[in-house]
């Protein structure tokens, strides 16, 4: 019984054995076909980042430049696909004209007088290597823009005086030519050291400080009042010229009509003249009598009392005619 137990047990351990053996020998054939799938489906992996890392796109708006471990390569203006190595890094920048509208700010001018400012600038980045290796972004152009436009702000308003900025005389006024001056001033600074274009600067508003303001509306009103009484005294002397043309013209006038007048009155006497002494001839006893008609008709009325001798000539008429 013991050798049959025995065999029994030898019988079982050599069936456990070639199991094991029969189970190891499909192991060893799985495995090496799953580590292959897992290292191509790595590799697929890893080309698909590297492919995406290698494609960009440049649109027509930007600028790019590619760098390697912080060194620029090549610049890429131009638009469309294009292709780098995966390490490279890619850096866009916007080729857009941009506008910087900083605060007011007080300049003086060259006669001494304070004036606030408030300007614009319009630039756009036109060389990328240039504007990554000395500022590198918006904000840091922003900041140096600021610098060299004031820069030349301050020093053409220092030629310019008050009255060439703010006058009622268009002629007179210099702003144009100020923010050219600054516009050339400034760009060839930004230029070539920054890679900024300046392309306009533009004087927006002028105005006086607060403190400034009340002697700035005495002296405009003081002015408005000089320019008044100007306008006052040349139209009084225009009116003295005008006055003095009519009164001329009235005393000629006068004169002319008093000559008319005289020569009308001279023919009327005459010929009046001329009636009488025909009258007179005619009838001299008449022509007396009706002379005195006329003479009572001009000294007498109903209110008038005359005393007369007993022999007027008058009296005589009128006592006649009473009896």
């Known amino acids: 019984m013991t050798s049959q137990g025995h065999g029994h047990h030898h019988d079982h351990h050599d069936h456990h054995d070639e199991a094991h053996s029969h189970n190891g020998g499909d192991g060893h054939e799985h495995s090496p076909g799953r580590g292959t799938s897992w290292w191509r489906a790595g590799l697929a992996v890893l080309a698909i980042v590297a492919l995406a890392r290698s494609v960009f796109v440049v649109p027509e708006t930007e600028s790019a430049i590619v760098t390697r471990f912080g060194k620029p390569l090549r610049t890429v203006e131009a638009p469309g696909l294009r292709f780098k190595w995966p390490i490279d890094r890619r850096i866009r920048f916007d080729n857009r004209v941009l506008l910087y509208d900083p605060a007011p700010a007080e300049f003086l001018t060259q006669d001494k007088k304070n004036l606030v400012v408030d300007t614009a600038v319009v630039w756009r980045i036109a060389d990328p290597a240039r504007f990554l290796e000395t500022i590198g972004d918006i904000s840091g152009a922003e900041m140096r823009l600021h610098d060299v ?37 400034a760009g ?4 070539p ?6 392309l306009e600067v533009q004087l927006t508003r002028l105005s006086f400080p607060e403190q ?15 320019i008044a009484k100007e306008y006052r005294a040349q139209g009084e002397e225009q009116a003295m010229v005008i006055r003095a043309e009519a009164d001329r013209d009235r005393e000629l006038i006068l004169a002319a009509a008093y000559r008319e007048s005289e020569i009308l009155r001279g023919k009327g006497d005459a010929e009046a003249a001329g009636i009488y002494g025909d009258a007179y001839r005619q009838d001299p006893s008449l022509y007396r009598f009706l002379r005195t008609l006329e003479s009572y008709e001009s000294i007498l009325d109903d209110q008038t009392t005359v005393i007369l001798s007993a022999d007027s000539e008058l009296f005589s008429l009128l006592g006649g005619g009473s009896q």
Request: hydrophobic residues 45%; neutral net charge; charged residues 30%.
């Open 212 to 226: 400034n303001l009340e002697s700035v509306f005495a002296r405009m009103r003081a002015e408005r009042e000089r």
């Open 188 to 191: 060839a600074v930004s230029g």
């Open 193 to 198: 050291q920054l890679g900024v274009e300046i």
């Open 149 to 185: 436009v004031w820069a030349g702000l301050a020093a053409a308003l220092g030629r310019t005086e008050l009255s060439q900025l703010v006058s009622t005389e268009p002629k007179k006024l210099r702003i144009e030519q100020v923010s050219a001056e600054v516009r050339e001033s």
